[in-house]
Antibody, heavy 121, light 107 residues
């Protein structure tokens, strides 16, 4: 059974870069064509950050103003997120998620437990 | 972006009650809508996809209906395990968006 686990610093300084990795265990990352990041904050609720495909092509939420980049490392069975120039508004629980493509876009059937990232001096 | 609005934001109910949560989209999403349940400290879990399809393993007391801009999630005979926050999500177009949530609390 596949599991997802986010990892990375829980505290990031303002204006710095937030980096998170999602390790896929129990099965191959190749089992899903796409992989997704979602975050939840008190101020913005649940927010889809975007998705990355097996060949590294990504779709991002425009609300992030080109601050985000996703990576995938198939040999390590993991994918990653980098969000630069962070502010307090980026404080959130970040989830890595497996999407189920239904039509053109997706709903989400498997979530990691989430990683709380706080942006603060 | 498609805005998703849920109502009510909080709902007080008792075990055994029938609960109805509404989700409205700012433009048509056809049937491309999912519902999730979220409990404190845990990740969301999908209940319903494509507006009315029950995800495997989800109890049959959960049901979804609607299309276009108005959707409902119904919980028949509310159980103690059902006290949680419920979210809708549209996947008609990017960026994918979620509703603000409906908290179902114990009356």
């Amino acid at each position: 059974q596949m599991h997802l686990q986010e990892s990375g610093p829980g505290l990031v300084q303002p204006s710095e870069t937030l980096s998170l990795t999602c390790v896929v265990s129990g099965d191959s990352i190749a089992r899903s064509e796409w992989w997704t990041w979602v975050r939840q904050s008190p101020g913005r609720g649940l927010e889809w950050l975007g998705e990355i495909t097996q060949n590294g092509r990504a779709n991002y939420n425009p609300s992030l103003n080109d601050r985000v980049t996703f990576y995938i490392e198939r040999t390590k069975n993991q994918f990653s997120l980098r969000l630069n120039s962070v502010t307090a508004a980026d404080t959130a629980v970040y989830y890595c998620v497996r999407p189920v493509v239904d039509g053109v876009w997706s709903w989400f059937d498997l979530w990691g437990p989430g990683r709380l990232v706080t942006v603060s001096p | 972006d498609i805005q998703m609005t849920q109502s009510p934001s909080t709902l007080s109910a008792s075990v055994g009650d029938r609960v109805i949560i509404t989700c409205r989209a700012s433009q048509s999403v056809a049937s491309w809508l999912a519902w999730y349940q979220k409990k404190p400290g845990r990740a969301p879990q999908v209940l319903i996809y494509r507006a009315s399809n029950l995800q495997g393993g989800v109890p049959s007391r959960f049901s979804g209906s609607g299309s276009g801009t108005e959707f409902t999630l119904t919980i028949n005979s509310l159980q103690p395990d059902d006290f949680a926050i419920y979210y809708c999500q549209q996947y008609k177009s990017s960026p994918l968006t979620f509703g603000g949530g409906t908290k179902v609390e114990i009356k």
